[in-house]
């Protein structure tokens, strides 16, 4: 027993040794960068220049700071996803030290207990995970501080670039530690923020097409990210309440020490920081005024549009009684974009067309907007010359610059650059505004063209030229400063305000949906009436099909880019007609809560209506509709040598040539999805069980039926055209008729017309010149629904050709 004991004591001043040896080998801060670059500041960080690494010197333990990953140097694919300047995960961290350990936690603010008692507070925290994002190893300490290499974070994929390659199937990659760096020219320290960069490359196999599309090397590629370590916004910022008719998005938590009886959920809205210097006068300059940089890579003259769409805010300011208050700015050459303390209109390039998008570093204890960065895609002004020129044919002698058509895209773009910062001011967007005159830039516009009486293209009226009324009751209830009077009493004031303007708000969840109901949420649309609208465009749109042609060209340009040009031009139609199917089972209704004034709640939309909305998109299937000229048909050839298709090509079913029937199919089947939408089909069923004034399925459904299988039959292309139609219609009938998706009820009446369908046509004969055509496709088509009826299962491959991409626009 006595020897166990010694070899105890033994041990235990072996250990007490090598503890203190360990200690005593840790040197001082100073001692160990006695070599190395210093660069002081919100977290100070040192640069061994042998190594490249960074090492932080970390002075702040157990303190909460903001945390923000983001992407400066993207991958240039819109379908991966990857831009320039995209901003990660915004996360409330602290370092905490663990023995020779450093560990960076992120804290969980959504779940909180915001009473006083710290017990309550704790049992909160302990209750819900938090997340060690990196550990670690001290190097070196101080009394006040210790030393840690920073550089494994930094060059780890924080930023999940490698889970985006695979979720978007363009291969297996992961980090190339060997190919990776500390990118120094933008690692920098300030009194308030930290910014860090790397380099860092991604190595993989079997690359898919969008990556073979923009990467010099598919199999190795390279971005940077960029890490900011921001000290958090001290405490006299006031969050503002989230209203759902406000117009803004919202910032929650939830609330484990609310009231028995009151709601858990927090929600503020989030906006940058803002006050009047005098808050007792009508008008005053701010405390500090919201600035915003723009891009200097922008080329003129869209730099010039960009700068003016972005100081339309300045007029909903001033609506809110600021002076000044919001200002736009050249981006300094020495400035760095992702730099927290910018907040940054960003000029973002990818191979295809792409969404623009306005993102924000947003406090999440609060709702305060810490950085406001805008991502505007570089090609959305092409497509909208694209489709004016498409629509006008402009090019009579074939090198006409056409400054009329140009100034309108430009329009788009001062419109879309107003659009997007709108949404770093934490504004969402506002789908009914366009019923309104256009009131809201956060709608999402489409070019109000027509023809004048000279048979030319009048682009004057095609986006709005100034901030709308929307916008600027919005700025007014986000922040207009309340600190004389009563903040709830004012807020109620201007949502009552905006019910007297007839001002709605409706956002993405109800208008983006293919089975929405709304009546006025539309995207890409315009005007009070959408069928009547729908009506406009078409005949529009069929008077531009005339004249389309050789005048659609420049000199020097192949015949065969007809085929890029005609798709917008022949879809030209698509979102105003899904505006109006909106109408059909629509339902109106608004973000009402109990205390209105009034309350309209979910009405059905009225028969008359939504008969008018279901003439309109009928109108849409018919031969004449559908069917391209023939003087388009004769001179669209297969692809000029050095040419290929893309996207935005026809994908057809006869190989190199040109098919009549590709783009007539994808549009009548557009169609046929919306109008047989299954919401659509459940909810007009419904609604028909309520009340028997209401406009029901079996009409529906019955007119459909009626105008596709039962009107005048064609001859030449008009027939296959209907007969095509004809094909889709019954295919989309037993496929709904079967779906999980589709309720019984209104499954029983789809197939009653499939039962009308499948019954042979009598007297058919497919051996007479004249009938053979019509006799062969109705004795097929009935063959094909009977097989269906009998088997569960359409009996033929066909499959409908994709939709030629739409937006954005």
Do not use: C
């Not at 960069?197 to 969008?210: C, H, Q, R, V």
Request: zero cysteines; hydrophobic letters at 40%.
């Amino acid at each position: 027993m006595q020897k166990i004991t010694v070899i105890k004591h033994m041990v235990s001043a072996l250990l007490l040794t090598m503890i203190t040896q360990a200690h005593a080998a840790i040197k001082s801060i100073d001692e160990y960068t006695e070599t190395f670059n210093r660069f002081p500041g919100f977290y100070s960080f040192y640069v061994d220049p042998a190594t490249a690494k960074i090492y932080l010197d970390i002075d702040k333990l157990d303190k909460p700071f903001l945390m923000q990953h983001s992407l400066p140097y993207g991958v240039g694919s819109n379908d991966i996803g990857l831009d320039r300047g995209q901003l990660g995960g915004t996360y409330v961290v602290q370092f905490e030290r663990t023995g020779d350990k450093v560990m960076l936690r992120a804290l969980n603010t959504y779940y909180r207990a915001t009473a006083a008692n710290p017990a309550e507070q704790q049992s909160v925290r302990e209750a819900f995970a938090s997340s060690v994002l990196q550990g670690f190893s001290v190097v070196a300490e101080d009394n006040d501080s210790v030393l840690v290499d920073y550089t494994p974070y930094l060059l780890s994929d924080v930023h999940g670039v490698s889970r985006s390659i695979e979720a978007t199937k363009q291969g297996s990659f992961s980090l190339d530690a060997s190919r990776s760096a500390v990118y120094l020219p933008r690692s920098k320290a300030f009194v308030k923020n930290t910014e860090l960069e790397a380099m860092l490359t991604f190595k993989g196999n079997n690359p898919g097409e969008y990556l073979k599309q923009v990467s010099a090397d598919p199999y190795a590629f390279t971005v940077h990210q960029h890490h900011s370590l921001i000290e958090l916004p001290d405490d006299k910022y006031t969050p503002r309440v989230f209203h759902p008719q406000s117009g803004y998005w919202s910032i929650e938590y939830k609330d484990y020490s609310a009231p028995l009886g009151e709601s858990m959920y927090v929600r503020y809205i989030p906006r940058h920081r803002l006050a009047k210097k005098d808050p007792s006068a009508a008008v005053s300059e701010a405390v500090e005024p919201i600035v915003y940089y723009l891009d200097p890579g922008v080329p003129e003259p869209v730099r010039t549009a960009l700068l003016d769409g972005a100081r339309w805010w300045d007029q909903a300011f001033a609506a809110a009684g600021y002076k000044n208050a919001f200002q736009v700015k050249m981006l300094p050459e020495t400035a760095d974009p992702m730099d927290v303390r910018y907040n940054v209109i960003q000029w973002v390039h990818r191979a295809t067309r792409g969404w623009s998008y306005g993102a924000s570093v947003i406090d999440p204890r609060t709702g305060e907007i810490i950085k406001g960065h805008v991502t505007l895609g570089s090609l959305r002004v092409r497509q909208d010359i694209l489709i004016a020129e498409s629509l006008a044919a402009p090019f009579k002698q074939g090198d006409e610059v056409n400054q009329t058509l140009h100034a309108m895209a430009l329009d788009r773009i001062r419109q879309l650059s107003a659009h997007e910062i709108g949404h770093t001011l934490g504004i969402a967007h506002n789908f009914s505004a366009s019923v309104a005159e256009r009131a809201s830039v956060m709608d999402y516009p489409h070019p109000l063209l027509s023809i004048d009486e000279a048979g030319k293209l009048d682009v004057s009226q095609g986006y709005a030229h100034d901030i709308g009324v929307w916008d600027k009751q919005v700025i007014k209830y986000g922040y207009g400063d309340f600190s004389q009077t009563d903040e709830k009493a004012a807020l109620a004031a201007v949502l009552k305000e905006n019910r007297a303007l007839g001002l709605e708000f409706i956002s993405d969840a109800d208008a983006r949906a293919a089975g929405g109901a709304h009546p006025t949420a539309h995207l890409w649309d315009n005007g009070q009436d959408p069928a009547a609208e729908l009506q406009r465009v078409l005949e529009l749109r069929q008077k531009a099909l005339a004249q389309f042609g050789i005048e659609n060209l420049r000199t020097g340009e192949a015949l065969s880019q007809l085929e890029e040009r005609l798709v917008p031009l022949y879809l030209f139609h698509r979102y105003q007609l899904e505006a109006a199917v909106k109408l059909i089972g629509g339902v109106d209704y608004d973000y009402e809560v109990r205390g209105d004034e009034t309350i309209k709640g979910a009405q059905v939309v009225n028969r008359e209506l939504q008969l008018s909305a279901l003439k309109a998109l009928l109108g849409t299937l018919t031969p004449s509709q559908l069917a391209l000229p023939e003087s388009i048909l004769a001179l669209i050839p297969p692809k000029a040598y050095g040419e290929y298709k893309t996207r935005e090509s026809v994908t057809g079913r006869t190989g190199l040539t040109f098919d009549a029937m590709a783009l007539p199919e994808v549009a009548a089947q557009q169609t046929l999805n919306l109008l047989l939408n299954p919401e659509r089909l459940n909810r007009l069923a419904q609604q028909k069980a309520r009340d028997a004034k209401n406009l029901g399925l079996d009409t529906v459904l019955l007119r459909t039926y009626q105008h596709i299988f039962d009107s005048e039959s064609q001859s030449g292309l008009a027939l296959a055209i209907q007969q095509r139609v004809q094909l889709l219609a019954a295919k989309q009938f037993a496929d709904l008729s079967i779906s999980d998706k589709v309720a019984p009820e209104a499954q029983a009446q789809l197939h009653r017309f499939l039962r009308q369908l499948a019954v042979m046509p009598e007297g058919a004969s497919l051996f007479e010149s004249n009938k053979a055509d019509k006799a062969a496709f109705r004795v097929y088509l009935a063959e094909q629904v009977r097989a269906f009826l009998n088997e569960g299962k359409w009996p033929s491959g066909f499959k409908a050709l994709p939709l030629p991409p739409g937006s954005p626009i």
